[in-house]
């Protein structure tokens, strides 16, 4: 079993067509996670944009300067700070309709340290809603009672008790999200955290790779079909016992080391610009209502563990494919337009139903949730019991895996063993029709 198993390994590993898949893949990894680093861009207090790796020192100086905990006093004298602004006439912009910041402020005081402010006004702003003047801290009164956290609380009240043309949430979703919440730890911890965040709003790209692995693996039956050798394999000792089990397993583990060597190139090229400064921030730092208590780093491996369940998942249907076609064509036609089609695919505004299955599907599947506040409330409830999509998008490709798995190998049986027989059959036919002719003739 062994030496089958590296030899099919081998087989897979050194197949011309898959070095050349796999460092396109790699290539286009390195293009596309350094185009966040390089396009990267910083605005000084002077107004004066800079760009790449001096961009990045610069935003890590600017979100150190409010790193701390969020407690309710540092928040509360910040907004006072900042509402302080207009107390002076030089700050004030004369022109506008509403109070706001002339451009000499407002790159002075605000933008550089726009993140930050985007996170707190975030979290008084409406659900659903961007407050793009930055109103609701700006016109805060702060001497009523300020509590950041209890307003967090009733945002979120709010996001489950409104009415939805799409889907509303049920009462046990509502106990199961506010659940949740309540096991989040406050107060916040802020700092620079550009990296992970950069990262996980690229994981997506990731799905280049499982294209690629997929076509890679496509040939693991349908290429012995293609080849003639199905009739060799067939005839030996193992080809329908162990070989199959080698086939299968040495996909696999081709798919995770490949996916892996990905993984690493993307991540890190980005963590490695932008620095890993933040792995144990929460990640409510992207927005204060989500309801995972995770840091960014145990949010960005979740999401990648989501990743290779769903490549995992992808390379079991390929394989499924390929045990069933004799061309490797039609396999990668249809677990191509499997990967794509989502992509074009919209969230509907009105069928809560058909928003929980495209979720499903591997191109959304690929995209974490975290930093959304609307797929980061997106559930699954079930016989009064709500899992969160997370846990559900990794139990589907886990069952997708292990039901195709055994299906592959009856139908790489059978397949082989119809095939096999046909083809005897037609050999046996020849040899009749040459034997007849010559007796007649």
């Known amino acids: 079993m062994k030496t089958l198993f590296a030899l099919e390994l081998k087989k897979l590993t050194k197949k011309r067509m898959n070095i050349i898949v796999i460092t396109v ?3 286009l990894a390195g293009i596309l996670f350094y185009l966040p680093v390089s396009q990267f861009i910083v605005l000084d207090t002077d107004g004066k944009q800079t760009s790449g790796m001096e961009a990045i020192a610069m935003d890590k100086e600017f979100s150190n300067s409010n790193a701390g905990k969020l407690t309710n006093e540092k928040i509360k004298a910040d907004i006072a700070k900042y509402q302080a602004l207009f107390d002076d006439p030089e700050n004030v912009s004369k022109d506008a309709t509403q109070k706001s910041l002339n451009d000499s402020a407002y790159f002075k005081y605000f933008f550089p340290y726009s993140d930050y402010w985007k996170l707190i006004n975030g979290n008084y702003a409406a659900p659903y809603a961007y407050d793009s003047s930055f109103s609701a801290i700006t016109n805060m009164d702060l001497e009523n009672n300020f509590d950041f956290y209890a307003t967090r609380d009733e945002k979120v009240e709010t996001l489950l008790n409104q009415e939805y043309d799409d889907w509303n949430f049920s009462d046990s979703e509502k106990t199961f999200w506010l659940n949740r919440v309540s096991s989040v730890s406050t107060p916040y911890e802020y700092s620079y955290h550009t990296g992970w965040e950069t990262l996980l709003s690229c994981l997506e790209l990731f799905v280049i790779g499982i294209i690629g692995i997929c076509i890679c693996v496509a040939g693991t039956f349908s290429g012995e079909y293609q080849s003639g050798a199905d009739s060799i394999i067939l ?8 070989l199959v089990t080698a086939k299968i397993l040495a996909a696999f583990v081709y798919s995770f080391l490949a996916f892996t060597l990905l993984i690493l190139a993307g991540c890190g090229i980005l963590l490695l610009s932008f620095g890993i400064d933040g792995w144990n921030l929460p990640v409510q730092v992207l927005n ?8 960014l780093l145990g949010a960005t491996l979740l999401a ?7 490549m995992i998942g992808m390379v079991a249907i390929t394989l499924l494919l390929s045990a069933k076609m004799k061309s490797s064509v039609p396999v990668l036609s249809i677990i191509i337009l499997a990967m794509i089609l989502p992509m074009f695919l919209d969230i509907s505004e009105t069928n809560g139903i058909w928003n929980r ?10 995209q974490p949730v975290f930093s959304d506040d609307f797929y980061g409330y997106f559930g699954y409830p079930l016989g009064g019991v709500t899992f969160d999509v997370v846990t559900v998008r990794m139990f589907v490709y886990a069952v997708i895996t292990l039901m195709c798995i055994p299906f592959v190998r009856k139908t790489w049986r059978k397949h082989q063993v119809a095939y096999y027989i046909k083809r005897k059959f037609n050999l046996w036919r020849r ?3 040459w034997e007849v002719t010559d007796f007649i003739l």
């Open 288 to 295: 204060t209502i989500a309801p995972y208590n995770l840091s």
């Open 304 to 310: 990648i563990a989501t990743l290779y369940l769903v």
């Open 357 to 366: 299955i495209l979720v499903l599907l591997p191109y959304r599947a690929a």
């Open 25 to 27: 893949c790699l290539i």
């Open 431 to 433: 040899w009749c029709f």
């Open 235 to 242: 005839s030996s000792r193992y080809g329908k016992s162990k």
